[in-house]
Antibody
Framework: QMQLVESGGGVVQPGKSLGLSCAASGFTLKKYSMHWVRQAPGKGLEWVAVISADGRNKYYVESVKGRFTISKDGSKNTLYLQMDSLTPGDTAVYYC???????????WGRGTVVTVSS | ETVMTQSPVTLSVSPGERTTLSCRASQSVGTNLAWFQQKPGQAPRLLIYGASTRATGIPARFSGTGSGTEFTLTISSLQSEDYAVYYCQQYDNWPPWTFGQGTKVEIK
């Protein structure tokens, strides 16, 4: 069964850092581009970042450029999102998603909650 | 950036009724358009990709049409489990990948 499980969320003060993980099972990350998508409380979905299947290409939404870093470890079959200089505007549920069939986001994790507050 | 606009914001629908949701792109996205369903406290679930192809396990009452800038999602006979928020997303002009703001389908 193909599955994604996020972890690492929590409460963090503004200006601090937090690292998220997304463990994949049932498929290998080496074959797929992988994305992070977030959802602020009561709001819609916002794409955050992507890493290509070979790991060479990474793109970010403008609001997180220079602060967030996406990466993956093929040996652990795990996707990561390192978030630095966090602001209250980064408060959201963070989902990882696979870019799969037809280039659509076909598998999603259940999400991990990040709260940035003093 | 391709802006996705969904209408209406909220739809009140009775069980068994047919309902249509709309999504408009600010520029052509071809047929690189997906629809997602999200229930409270759950992750989004892929319903439709390629504008009209149902994802694995999605019931036939869900159908998608459109190309270019105008798209629709139709639920032919609304079931109790279909009350949710629906999002469209384009994956033609990236980055960024962009979502609509969502349409909430509620019980009438």
């Amino acid at each position: 069964q193909m599955q994604l499980v996020e972890s690492g969320g929590g409460v963090v003060q503004p200006g601090k850092s937090l690292g998220l993980s997304c463990a994949a099972s049932g498929f290998t990350l080496k074959k797929y581009s992988m994305h992070w998508v977030r959802q602020a409380p009561g709001k819609g979905l916002e794409w955050v970042a992507v890493i290509s299947a070979d790991g060479r290409n990474k793109y970010y939404v403008e609001s997180v450029k220079g602060r967030f870093t996406i990466s993956k470890d093929g040996s652990k079959n795990t996707l990561y999102l390192q978030m630095d200089s966090l602001t209250p505007g980064d408060t959201a549920v963070y989902y990882c998603a696979r870019e799969g069939v037809g280039r659509a986001f076909d598998i999603w994790g259940r999400g991990t909650v990040v709260t940035v507050s003093s | 950036e391709t802006v996705m606009t969904q209408s209406p914001v909220t739809l009140s629908v009775s069980p068994g009724e047919r309902t249509t949701l709309s999504c408009r792109a600010s520029q052509s996205v071809g047929t690189n358009l997906a629809w997602f369903q999200q229930k409270p406290g759950q992750a989004p679930r892929l319903l439709i990709y390629g504008a009209s192809t149902r994802a694995t396990g999605i019931p036939a009452r869900f159908s998608g049409t459109g190309s270019g800038t105008e798209f629709t999602l139709t639920i032919s006979s609304l079931q109790s489990e279909d009350y949710a928020v629906y999002y469209c997303q384009q994956y033609d002009n990236w980055p960024p990948w962009t979502f609509g703001q969502g349409t909430k389908v509620e019980i009438k």
